[in-house]
C-alpha cells in the first residue's frame, strides 16, 4: 500500500530552527509537495521538491532524497504565525497526491 | 487572480437528511478535486475531474455520494442520506494542467460539515 508517515506534533520556540520530516512508500514518485494548514483554513502551498536537494525559499527549506524516500520541511527564525500544520504529499506514478495526515507545529514564546 | 470559491462554509444538519456543497475553481483550471478533512488528519481524496470527466472517484462512497461538474467549471458534492461519520471539513481544490508547472493544488476554504 502507498504510506505517508509524519509526526503527529512537534513544538519548538520562537526564534529557534525546526525540521519537520516526511518518509514516504509510494507506487512511483512524480513529485513531493508540502502544504501549511492553519487551524480551521486550508492547505496553501509551501514547496515543491522532485529531484533530490535542498530547495530554499526565504526562512523554509525543503529536502528530498528520492532513494531513501525521505524529506524534510526546515523552517529557521520561527514566529509565532508558524504555528499551524504542515502537511506531507506525494504524487504518485498516477499523478495523484497521496497525503500524510500532517505534523502540528506549536511555537512557544 | 481569485482563488477558489465555496459554499457554504458551515452546515449542520440531522442523520439521513441531505446536504450539497459548491465550488467555483480558479478560472482555467483544468482539474477539480474534492476531498475529505476529518479534524487531525490529512486531506482524503473523494472525486477528481478533468473538466467534466471523472479521473478518479475510488474513495467516493457511491451509495451515498455523488459529485458532478457538468459543464467543466464549477461542481456540486452531495450528500444523502448523512451519517454521523461524515461531519469534516470538505475541500474543493482546482490545478492547471501545465507541462511547465508544478500544477501544485489550491484550495478553498472549505465547508465544515456537522451530522448530529
Known amino acids: 500500500g502507498q504510506n505517508i508517515d509524519q509526526p503527529t506534533e512537534m513544538t519548538a520556540t520562537e526564534g529557534a530552527i525546526v525540521q519537520i520530516n516526511c518518509t514516504y512508500q509510494t507506487s512511483g514518485f512524480n513529485g513531493l509537495f508540502w502544504y501549511q494548514q492553519h487551524a480551521g483554513e486550508a492547505p496553501t502551498f509551501l514547496s515543491y521538491n522532485v529531484l533530490d536537494g535542498l530547495e530554499e525559499k526565504g526562512r523554509f527549506s525543503s529536502f528530498l532524497s528520492r532513494s531513501k524516500g525521505y524529506s524534510y520541511l526546515l523552517l529557521k527564525e520561527l514566529q509565532m504565525k508558524d504555528s499551524a500544520s504542515y502537511l506531507c504529499a506525494v504524487r504518485d506514478s498516477n499523478y495523484q497526491l497521496i497525503w500524510g495526515a500532517g505534523t502540528k507545529l506549536i511555537i512557544k514564546p | 487572480e481569485a482563488g477558489v470559491a465555496q459554499s457554504p462554509r458551515y452546515k449542520i444538519i440531522e442523520k439521513r437528511q441531505s446536504v450539497a456543497f459548491w465550488c467555483n475553481p480558479i478560472s482555467g483550471h483544468a482539474t477539480l478535486y474534492w476531498y475529505q478533512q476529518i479534524l487531525g488528519q490529512g486531506p482524503k481524496l473523494l472525486i477528481q475531474f478533468q473538466n467534466n470527466g471523472v479521473v478518479d472517484d475510488s474513495q467516493l462512497p457511491k451509495d451515498r455520494f455523488s459529485a458532478e461538474r457538468l459543464k467543466g467549471v464549477d461542481s456540486t458534492l452531495k450528500i444523502q442520506p448523512a451519517k454521523l461519520e461524515d461531519s469534516a471539513v470538505y475541500l474543493c481544490?482546482?490545478?492547471?494542467?501545465?507541462?511547465?508547472?508544478?500544477?501544485?493544488?489550491?484550495f478553498g476554504p472549505g465547508t465544515r460539515l456537522t451530522v448530529l
Open positions: 481544490a482546482s490545478s492547471s494542467l501545465e507541462w511547465d508547472s508544478y500544477n501544485e493544488q489550491f
